[in-house]
Nanobody, 122 residues
């Protein structure tokens, strides 16, 4: 499956952005999807994941209550709604997919999109 993320940009602290990740090439609903991020000089870290039918979601502690992951299988798209953004949320955000199960471990994901830059100014 090919993944393409978009929706990043520059926003002030406290603002919101919605990232989208469009999939093509395979049956999107077969994939568990995740969002990850990587800040300069840091390792890629887990943000959120969602099950194939969107029945289950899982979040990193630092985004709970602020970010929401969702998906629309009819549109082959997964979203990340980010509210109450903080400067420390600044990073390149990546979407990823895997087939066996939900995971928060980057190396367990089989498919990755190109990242989209999110910059939060203070």
């Amino acid at each position: 499956v090919q993944l393409q993320a978009c929706g990043g940009g520059l926003v002030q602290a406290g603002g919101s952005l919605r990232l989208s990740c469009a999939a093509s090439g395979r049956t999107f609903s077969n994939y568990y999807m995740g969002w990850f991020r990587q800040a300069p000089g840091k390792e890629r870290e887990f943000v959120a994941a969602i099950s194939r039918r969107a029945g289950d979601t899982y979040y990193a502690d630092f985004v709970k209550g602020r970010f929401t992951i969702s998906r629309d299988n009819a549109k082959n798209t997964v979203y990340l709604q980010m509210n109450s953004l903080k400067p420390e949320d600044t990073a390149v955000y990546y979407c990823a997919g895997r087939t066996p199960s939900m995971s928060s471990v980057p190396r367990e994901y089989e498919y990755w999109g190109h990242g989209t830059q999110v910059t939060v100014s203070s």
